[in-house]
Every structure is written in C-alpha cells, then in structure tokens.
C-alpha cells in the first residue's frame, strides 16, 4: 500500500495535513500517522483517522530501525549514510509491507 494509495483511502487527512490547519503528519519511511504535540517534534502516533474512523496500517518505524541496523547502520540519525530507498515509503513497498 503505497503513499498514493494512502492518500485516497485517507483523503480527509491528507486534505487536512496539505491544508495545514491541523497539527498532523505523516511519515512515509515509517508509514506513521500522528498529531504534532509540540515545537520541539513530540508526537502521538494515531491507529484511526479522525475524520473517517478508519484504522490506519501499522507503524513501520520499528521495521525500519530493523532493516538498517541489517545494513550495519545502528545510529540513522547520526553519521550514518542512509541508502535512498530509505528515505521514503520505497523500502516498504519494495518489500510488501
């Protein structure tokens, strides 16, 4: 289920996120939902859309921290270079998640 498909099954959010009225996000590489708690980036990860009721998919971000300590990159956010297809919703669907 890719970012596209995302953005048509959840159309309220993603008309709400583009808007910018409402203090949300969504992260591709982590396939993440949630509300802005603060300016310092603190977030809620949400498991229903507000607007629709319909359950989000999973979180990814546990898979992804996976996936790259796999690779040998244990710190992401540090010095490690991250290859491309991890910077997006690419890594994923390439792998059928």
């Keep these: 289920m890719s970012e596209q498909?995302?953005?048509?099954?959840?159309?309220?959010?993603?008309?709400?996120?583009e808007e910018g009225e409402a203090a949300i996000q969504f992260v591709p590489e982590f396939r993440e939902f949630s509300i802005i708690c603060s300016t310092d980036g603190s977030c809620i990860t949400l498991k229903y859309c507000p607007w629709s009721g319909k359950e989000f998919p999973d979180s990814l971000t546990e898979q992804w921290f996976g996936e790259l300590e796999k690779l040998g990159i244990d710190d992401p956010f540090g010095d490690a270079?991250?290859?491309?297809e991890f910077r997006s919703d690419q890594w994923w669907i390439n792998r059928g998640l």
Excluded: M
């Design 5 to 17: 498909v995302l953005r048509v099954e959840f159309s309220e959010f993603f008309y709400y996120l």
């Design 81 to 84: 270079i991250i290859p491309t």
